[in-house]
């Protein structure tokens, strides 16, 4: 009988050990969260954040604390934790004595796994029950995990006061440095705190804390007798700081950072003497033009050779509730005025419609029921393409627009990932002015992206070393390098916004591509720039979306763009030579002589000639056609068609331009010299030496549209209108083989048609015509 009670007991023995071995393994982190700590790319500790439950708990691996503060811990809380099995008996056998003898002298038998245990399982350990469950818990993890695991996961959770846990936490909090930098007194400091962290609370001239640190000290002395010369220095470890002393810089990057990174600690690309540098500008900006109206800004600065961020400030004040500081502007969508245009510009090359000197037509006129102004209500008439955009003028890159065939402005976009991008019908024509909604951050890709050769990359927040094992896939061109190049170029010579108040040798960009825009209704105003290895967008304006009529990107945003390169080039060396985006070597560009008033090709009467960029096989070709030669008869000063046939006749160079050039230089107030009247009857055509005259050439109505009949009341007229050269005086205009009308080249003749498919012609006087296949439809 008394066999068998032994086999049930040995029996029950092995079934409790043999659960307690198959029982799941204890997790020592589980319901743990840390704070994560953010660092600038040279390693200064930018931001630590608090964890999930709103204390400081900074993960630091074992290796990664000072021997100096694993060993004086150990010496305090646990000297026999190498050896013991997560129970000390011996002096939980004291512990015993002492409270059964009623001794009031407090002896502690907790181990470092009893203690872990109690954070771990939040364990009430003054009652019985609780202290049972600890020596459980103790012996389990001990059996499951080795000692150092144990150690490093105590060492992360105990506490050190207020709301700070982890020596991690308590070394950045108290004393600025990671756990490894510790030095011996303040190893010993820390290590008494977690017994007692009310009564021993991190101040200087705390008795308690002083007297505990003193007795481990003696200890410590005992196991190392060459240190008690650290005696005196003990009094110099109090520590100083306390939370309110952490770091706080670039908030709106870390909170950026924070949308998406769950890392405990995180190197950024993030430079801080840029970001304070970019900070300073940004307030002082603000503070300049308070009386203006301006009350906040926001600037990126981006390194175009990585994609990382240098620097992000995403409001002028982050504590200033008036202007909602802590909302981050760099991520808000809007409306980026011109600064879409050198994107335009680069499609255009691309596809072959202009080169930087083609000359362009900023004049009045419709793009169907699309009127677009220019800023200053003013038209220039014709204007070459880099002047164009350098002067932001708007007729011509909306033309530009509707000439693209090959990839569209809206596709440019969507490929280079501007999200919530309405169909492209939705823009029409206006997205040449910026009628899409773009944020800081995508505006510095599309301007890396010309700094790279038209290679689209993505921004990127964590320094190379954190990215580590990323997927990283090819990254595409956009855009051809020859376009980016010519773009850039033709921006580094717009003039500085101080050249107009004497700025002397700075009147130029100094190598910097820049460009301005203003939203719709002066919400908004923009500049960006590239310069040196860098792509910096500052926007000015308001984040409730209120109008002001100093949001105007040359006055309220361009000056706070130059202020900030300036200080940036302060503080670094000089570069070597041009910058990447600067050096044309290696790419299929030419430079040809051009003519200096048509920006054509040069052919040999063109007086004046420029050297000018040229992409041979994709840039026009068609060379000069104003500058023809002209016969004058001497003795009337006429011109006649055939010199031969006139005594001493006399060639000369004159401007011959398209009528409606012609007209639009008169409007501009920029009159031409013109060849004098014909002698009689005008030739129908020049010498053999003239340039081909050119046929007409349909301006309205406009290609690829169809026009859709009302459903009731009369059809407003189509407007015809064509150009033609300057030997026309009239044009004829048929419907299939119906004769509508006929007008003088430039000028528009009214059209009402019936629904159908039209062939439209017009033909001048000398025959020569052009044709274009109209749809009108029936209302619906």
């Known amino acids: 009988m008394v066999q068998r009670k032994w086999l049930v007991v040995a029996a029950l023995l092995v079934a409790a050990a043999l659960g307690w071995w198959l029982a799941p393994r204890p997790d020592l982190w589980r319901g743990v969260s840390f704070s994560r700590c953010y660092y600038d790319r040279d390693g200064r500790l930018l931001r630590v954040t608090l964890a999930d439950d709103r204390r ?12 100096l503060a694993v060993e004086a811990a150990l010496l305090h809380e646990d000297r026999w934790f190498a050896w013991h099995p997560g129970v000390n008996p011996i002096a939980l056998g004291r512990a015993a004595v002492n409270e059964l003898g009623g001794f009031h002298r407090r002896v502690g038998a907790s181990t470092v ?10 364990l009430h350990t003054r009652a019985a029950g609780g202290k049972v469950a600890q020596l459980a818990r103790a012996a389990q993890i001990e059996l499951f995990h080795s000692k150092r695991a144990i150690l490093e996961a105590y060492l992360n959770q105990i506490p050190y006061g207020k709301n700070i846990e982890g ?14 930098e510790l030095t011996l007194a303040e190893a010993l400091t820390l290590a008494v705190i977690p017994q007692s962290p009310a009564r021993r609370a991190p101040r200087a001239g705390n008795v308690e804390l002083a007297r505990a640190r003193g007795r481990l000290f003696a200890r410590w002395v005992k196991r190392h007798p060459r240190d008690a010369g650290y005696g005196p220095t003990l009094d110099m470890a109090w520590p ?3 939370p309110r002393d952490l770091p706080f810089h670039a ?19 993030l430079s801080l003497p840029a970001q304070q540098i970019v900070e300073r500008a940004v307030a002082a900006h603000v503070g300049r033009q308070r009386a203006n109206g301006v009350r906040n800004a926001a600037a990126l600065v981006v390194d175009t050779d990585t994609l990382g961020v240098v620097a992000a400030v995403g409001s002028a004040d982050w504590f200033d509730a008036g202007i909602a500081g802590q909302v981050n502007g760099l991520l808000m969508r809007r409306s980026p005025g011109s600064t879409l245009k050198p994107l335009l510009y680069a499609l255009a090359l691309d596809e072959g419609l202009i080169q930087p000197l083609t000359l362009l037509r900023d004049e009045p006129g419709g793009f169907g029921d699309y009127n677009p102004e220019n800023y200053d209500r003013a038209f220039a008439g014709p204007v070459h393409a880099a002047a164009a955009l350098r002067q932001s003028r708007n007729v011509p890159a909306v033309w530009l627009l509707s000439k693209l065939r090959k990839k569209t402005l809206h596709g440019l976009l969507r490929e280079a990932g501007v999200r919530h991008l309405r169909p492209e019908s939705h823009y029409g024509l206006t997205l040449a002015l910026g009628s899409a909604e773009v944020s800081p951050v995508e505006l510095a890709q599309l301007y890396a992206m010309l700094a790279n050769g038209g290679v689209f990359r993505p921004l990127t927040l964590a320094a190379p070393a954190d990215r580590a094992g990323a997927v990283v896939d090819a990254a595409p061109r956009l855009l051809s390098p020859e376009a980016c190049f010519l773009v850039l170029d033709m921006l580094r010579e717009t003039a500085r916004p101080d050249a107009m108040r004497g700025g002397g040798a700075r009147a130029r960009g100094g190598g910097v591509a820049w460009k301005t825009g203003t939203s719709w209704s002066y919400r908004d105003a923009w500049a960006v720039a590239v310069f040196d290895h860098y792509a910096l967008v500052v926007w000015v304006g308001d984040f409730s979306g209120g109008s002001d009529g100093q949001f105007v990107g040359r006055r309220a945003a361009a000056p706070l763009l130059f202020n900030i390169i300036d200080a940036l080039r302060a503080r670094e060396p000089a570069v070597a030579g041009p910058a990447a985006w600067e050096n044309p070597r290696g790419l299929n560009l030419a430079r040809v002589d051009l003519c200096a008033v048509s920006g054509a090709p040069a052919r040999r009467h063109c007086p004046q000639t420029v050297k000018g960029w040229f992409i041979p096989g994709v840039s026009p070709i068609a060379p000069c056609a104003v500058h023809q030669v002209v016969w004058i008869n001497p003795r009337t000063g006429l011109r006649v068609t055939d010199g031969a046939a ?30 004098p009247a014909f002698e009689g009857r005008r030739a129908a055509a020049a010498t053999a ?14 290609e690829h549209l169809t026009y859709v009949l009302p459903l009731a009341g009369p059809a407003p007229p189509i407007m015809l209108q064509a150009t033609a050269d300057a030997d026309a005086e009239e044009l004829y ?28 012609t017009v033909t001048d006087e000398h025959g020569r015509a052009a044709s274009r296949q109209v749809t009108v439809e029936a209302g619906r």
């Open 113 to 122: 796994s009893m203690q872990l245990a109690r954070l771990r399982w939040r």
């Open 167 to 180: 020596i991690g936490a308590a070394s950045l909090v108290y004393y600025g440095k990671p756990a490894r």
């Open 240 to 242: 100083a700081r306390a």
């Open 251 to 269: 908030p709106h990057f870390t909170d950026w950072l924070e949308r998406t990174n769950r890392a405990p600690r995180l190197t950024t690309t």
């Open 733 to 760: 205009w048929f419907a299939g083989a119906v004769f509508i009308g006929r007008c003088r080249a430039g000028e528009t003749l009214a059209w009402t048609p019936s629904a159908g498919v039209h062939q439209l």
């Open 689 to 702: 030496s003239a340039v081909e005259p050119r046929g007409p050439e349909i301006k309205s109505p406009r």
């Open 56 to 67: 400081y708990r900074v993960y630091t691996p074992l290796a990664e604390i000072s021997p």
């Open 646 to 675: 006139v005594a001493g006749a006399r060639a000369e160079v004159y401007e011959i331009w398209p009528a409606d050039l012609l007209a639009s230089f008169r409007r501009a107030g920029l009159p031409r010299r013109q060849p």
